[in-house]
Protein backbone atom coordinates (compact mmCIF):
# COMPACT_ATOMS: atom_id res chain seq x y z
CA UNK A 1 0.00 0.00 0.00
CA UNK A 2 1.12 3.45 -0.90
CA UNK A 3 0.37 6.91 0.88
CA UNK A 4 1.26 10.64 0.77
CA UNK A 5 1.81 13.23 3.21
CA UNK A 6 1.37 16.40 2.09
CA UNK A 7 2.77 19.29 4.94
CA UNK A 8 0.76 22.17 5.45
CA UNK A 9 -2.92 22.39 4.51
CA UNK A 10 -2.43 26.28 3.76
CA UNK A 11 1.11 28.25 1.80
CA UNK A 12 1.24 31.41 1.39
CA UNK A 13 3.56 33.76 -0.57
CA UNK A 14 3.88 37.08 -1.89
CA UNK A 15 3.86 37.42 -5.84
CA UNK A 16 7.98 36.49 -6.83
CA UNK A 17 8.63 34.57 -4.02
CA UNK A 18 9.43 31.28 -4.21
CA UNK A 19 6.95 28.70 -3.90
CA UNK A 20 7.76 25.14 -2.18
CA UNK A 21 5.34 22.37 -1.62
CA UNK A 22 6.12 19.98 0.50
CA UNK A 23 5.08 16.04 -0.47
CA UNK A 24 5.88 12.87 1.35
CA UNK A 25 5.18 9.31 0.03
CA UNK A 26 5.55 5.76 1.26
CA UNK A 27 5.46 3.23 -1.20
CA UNK A 28 6.52 -0.92 -0.79
CA UNK A 29 7.60 -0.67 -4.62
CA UNK A 30 9.27 1.92 -6.58
CA UNK A 31 6.53 4.99 -7.26
CA UNK A 32 5.48 6.82 -9.95
CA UNK A 33 4.83 10.55 -8.86
CA UNK A 34 2.35 13.11 -9.49
CA UNK A 35 1.56 16.56 -9.12
CA UNK A 36 -2.18 18.12 -9.71
CA UNK A 37 -3.38 21.27 -9.67
CA UNK A 38 -7.03 22.33 -9.28
CA UNK A 39 -8.74 25.72 -10.10
CA UNK A 40 -12.38 26.63 -8.83
CA UNK A 41 -15.09 24.70 -9.97
CA UNK A 42 -12.49 22.71 -12.43
CA UNK A 43 -11.27 19.18 -12.73
CA UNK A 44 -7.52 18.36 -11.46
CA UNK A 45 -5.04 19.16 -13.77
CA UNK A 46 -1.38 17.69 -14.22
CA UNK A 47 1.30 19.88 -13.21
CA UNK A 48 4.41 17.22 -14.07
CA UNK A 49 4.80 13.70 -13.21
CA UNK A 50 8.03 11.15 -12.29
CA UNK A 51 7.64 7.99 -13.84
CA UNK A 52 11.52 6.66 -14.12
CA UNK A 53 14.68 8.37 -15.15
CA UNK A 54 15.70 11.78 -14.67
CA UNK A 55 15.05 12.63 -11.11
CA UNK A 56 14.10 16.24 -11.70
CA UNK A 57 11.19 16.86 -13.60
CA UNK A 58 9.77 19.98 -14.83
CA UNK A 59 6.39 20.76 -15.76
CA UNK A 60 3.82 23.50 -16.51
CA UNK A 61 3.64 27.23 -15.70
CA UNK A 62 7.05 27.00 -14.65
CA UNK A 63 7.03 24.33 -11.69
CA UNK A 64 9.27 21.67 -11.32
CA UNK A 65 9.97 18.45 -9.08
CA UNK A 66 12.83 16.48 -7.67
CA UNK A 67 12.68 12.69 -6.73
CA UNK A 68 14.67 11.98 -3.69
CA UNK A 69 14.63 8.36 -3.25
CA UNK A 70 16.70 8.58 0.45
CA UNK A 71 13.81 11.02 1.74
CA UNK A 72 11.26 9.65 0.37
CA UNK A 73 10.46 13.00 -1.32
CA UNK A 74 8.96 14.90 -4.22
CA UNK A 75 8.44 18.67 -3.40
CA UNK A 76 7.18 20.90 -6.34
CA UNK A 77 8.90 24.64 -6.73
CA UNK A 78 8.74 27.70 -8.57
CA UNK A 79 10.97 30.18 -8.65
CA UNK A 80 8.40 32.83 -8.70
CA UNK A 81 5.22 33.41 -7.92
CA UNK A 82 2.33 34.64 -9.88
CA UNK A 83 -1.12 35.69 -8.82
CA UNK A 84 -2.56 33.07 -11.35
CA UNK A 85 -0.65 29.90 -9.56
CA UNK A 86 -3.30 30.41 -6.27
CA UNK A 87 -4.92 26.96 -6.46
CA UNK A 88 -5.25 23.74 -4.45
CA UNK A 89 -2.29 21.04 -5.45
CA UNK A 90 -2.28 17.53 -5.16
CA UNK A 91 0.73 15.14 -4.91
CA UNK A 92 -0.55 11.75 -5.36
CA UNK A 93 1.87 8.47 -6.07
CA UNK A 94 0.67 5.11 -8.17
CA UNK A 95 2.70 2.33 -8.41
CA UNK A 96 2.25 1.56 -12.16
CA UNK A 97 1.64 -1.33 -14.06
CA UNK A 98 -1.38 -2.18 -14.46
CA UNK A 99 -2.51 -0.11 -11.51
CA UNK A 100 -0.69 3.06 -13.09
CA UNK A 101 -4.02 5.10 -12.78
CA UNK A 102 -4.98 4.35 -9.41
CA UNK A 103 -3.95 7.18 -7.68
CA UNK A 104 -3.60 7.85 -3.71
CA UNK A 105 -3.69 11.43 -3.44
CA UNK A 106 -2.46 13.53 -0.25
CA UNK A 107 -4.98 16.26 1.33
CA UNK A 108 -3.88 19.20 -1.08
CA UNK A 109 -2.39 21.96 -0.46
CA UNK A 110 -3.79 25.68 -0.82
CA UNK A 111 -1.88 28.09 -2.03
CA UNK A 112 -2.42 32.05 -1.45
CA UNK A 113 -0.14 34.55 -3.58
CA UNK A 114 -0.35 38.50 -2.09
CA UNK A 115 0.47 40.90 -4.35
CA UNK B 1 -6.79 18.92 -24.87
CA UNK B 2 -8.59 15.90 -23.37
CA UNK B 3 -12.13 17.26 -21.54
CA UNK B 4 -14.03 14.94 -19.23
CA UNK B 5 -17.48 16.28 -18.10
CA UNK B 6 -19.57 15.20 -14.53
CA UNK B 7 -22.99 15.73 -15.06
CA UNK B 8 -24.45 16.94 -13.07
CA UNK B 9 -22.55 19.24 -11.45
CA UNK B 10 -24.46 19.35 -7.97
CA UNK B 11 -27.44 17.45 -6.80
CA UNK B 12 -29.59 17.41 -4.32
CA UNK B 13 -31.76 14.24 -2.90
CA UNK B 14 -33.39 12.75 -0.69
CA UNK B 15 -32.63 10.16 1.98
CA UNK B 16 -33.63 6.99 0.10
CA UNK B 17 -33.68 7.91 -3.32
CA UNK B 18 -30.88 6.60 -6.02
CA UNK B 19 -28.69 9.57 -7.67
CA UNK B 20 -27.15 9.48 -10.42
CA UNK B 21 -23.90 10.46 -11.77
CA UNK B 22 -22.48 10.57 -15.45
CA UNK B 23 -19.07 11.20 -16.45
CA UNK B 24 -17.90 11.38 -20.16
CA UNK B 25 -14.77 11.98 -21.71
CA UNK B 26 -15.39 14.24 -24.75
CA UNK B 27 -13.12 13.80 -27.14
CA UNK B 28 -11.25 11.00 -26.82
CA UNK B 29 -11.82 7.21 -26.14
CA UNK B 30 -11.24 5.71 -22.29
CA UNK B 31 -11.17 1.98 -22.33
CA UNK B 32 -10.32 2.68 -17.96
CA UNK B 33 -12.36 5.63 -15.90
CA UNK B 34 -11.72 5.83 -12.07
CA UNK B 35 -14.51 7.23 -9.63
CA UNK B 36 -13.19 8.87 -6.54
CA UNK B 37 -15.07 10.66 -3.59
CA UNK B 38 -13.51 14.06 -1.18
CA UNK B 39 -14.87 14.44 2.12
CA UNK B 40 -14.72 18.32 3.15
CA UNK B 41 -11.05 19.34 3.83
CA UNK B 42 -10.05 15.69 3.16
CA UNK B 43 -8.25 13.59 0.16
CA UNK B 44 -9.76 11.96 -2.54
CA UNK B 45 -10.15 8.52 -2.35
CA UNK B 46 -10.57 5.59 -5.07
CA UNK B 47 -13.71 4.34 -4.95
CA UNK B 48 -13.19 1.96 -7.79
CA UNK B 49 -11.95 0.76 -11.49
CA UNK B 50 -14.51 1.66 -13.92
CA UNK B 51 -13.50 -0.73 -17.52
CA UNK B 52 -15.39 -0.62 -20.76
CA UNK B 53 -17.54 -3.71 -21.23
CA UNK B 54 -16.65 -5.23 -18.02
CA UNK B 55 -17.40 -5.50 -13.81
CA UNK B 56 -16.22 -2.68 -11.74
CA UNK B 57 -13.51 -3.21 -9.38
CA UNK B 58 -14.01 -1.74 -6.11
CA UNK B 59 -11.51 -0.50 -3.50
CA UNK B 60 -11.45 -2.33 -0.03
CA UNK B 61 -14.43 -0.98 2.23
CA UNK B 62 -16.47 0.11 -0.98
CA UNK B 63 -20.18 -1.22 -0.97
CA UNK B 64 -20.42 -2.50 -4.81
CA UNK B 65 -23.93 -3.00 -3.80
CA UNK B 66 -24.65 0.88 -2.93
CA UNK B 67 -22.05 2.17 -5.13
CA UNK B 68 -23.11 0.86 -8.99
CA UNK B 69 -20.79 1.56 -11.91
CA UNK B 70 -21.56 1.18 -14.97
CA UNK B 71 -19.21 1.65 -18.09
CA UNK B 72 -21.63 0.95 -20.97
CA UNK B 73 -19.39 2.55 -23.61
CA UNK B 74 -15.91 4.37 -24.28
CA UNK B 75 -16.99 7.41 -23.50
CA UNK B 76 -19.29 7.40 -20.66
CA UNK B 77 -19.16 5.84 -17.21
CA UNK B 78 -21.78 6.16 -14.90
CA UNK B 79 -22.18 6.13 -11.53
CA UNK B 80 -25.59 4.98 -9.26
CA UNK B 81 -25.82 6.05 -5.47
CA UNK B 82 -28.08 3.85 -4.55
CA UNK B 83 -30.58 4.39 -1.25
CA UNK B 84 -28.99 7.10 -0.25
CA UNK B 85 -28.16 8.47 3.25
CA UNK B 86 -26.77 11.41 4.53
CA UNK B 87 -23.39 9.85 4.88
CA UNK B 88 -23.33 9.34 1.20
CA UNK B 89 -23.18 13.28 1.08
CA UNK B 90 -19.57 14.25 -0.62
CA UNK B 91 -17.78 15.50 -3.79
CA UNK B 92 -17.63 12.52 -6.49
CA UNK B 93 -14.70 12.84 -9.13
CA UNK B 94 -13.97 10.96 -12.06
CA UNK B 95 -10.87 10.54 -14.35
CA UNK B 96 -11.23 9.08 -17.60
CA UNK B 97 -7.77 7.54 -19.04
CA UNK B 98 -6.03 8.60 -22.45
CA UNK B 99 -4.14 6.48 -24.56
CA UNK B 100 -0.95 7.43 -23.25
CA UNK B 101 -2.66 6.15 -19.69
CA UNK B 102 -2.91 10.07 -18.88
CA UNK B 103 -5.35 10.84 -15.99
CA UNK B 104 -8.28 13.29 -17.15
CA UNK B 105 -9.89 14.92 -14.61
CA UNK B 106 -13.75 15.82 -14.60
CA UNK B 107 -14.86 19.01 -12.73
CA UNK B 108 -16.68 17.12 -9.92
CA UNK B 109 -20.33 16.30 -8.43
CA UNK B 110 -21.43 17.24 -5.47
CA UNK B 111 -23.76 15.18 -3.71
CA UNK B 112 -26.21 16.67 -0.59
CA UNK B 113 -28.59 14.32 0.45
CA UNK B 114 -30.90 15.52 3.23
Known amino acids: ?115 | GAVVSQHPSWVICKSGTSVKIECRSLDFQATTMFWYRQFPKQSLMLMATSNEGSKATYEQGVEKDKFLINHASLTLSTLTVTSAHPEDSSFYICSAEGIQREQFFGPGTRLTVL
Not at chain 1, 12 to 28: F, K, P, Q, T
Not at chain 1, 45 to 50: H, S, T
Open chain 1, 1 to 115: AQSVTQLGSHVSVSEGALVLLRCNYSSSVPPYLFWYVQYPNQGLQLLLKYTTGATLVKGINGFEAEFKKSETSFHLTKPSAHMSDAAEYFCAVSIGGTSYGKLTFGQGTILTVHP
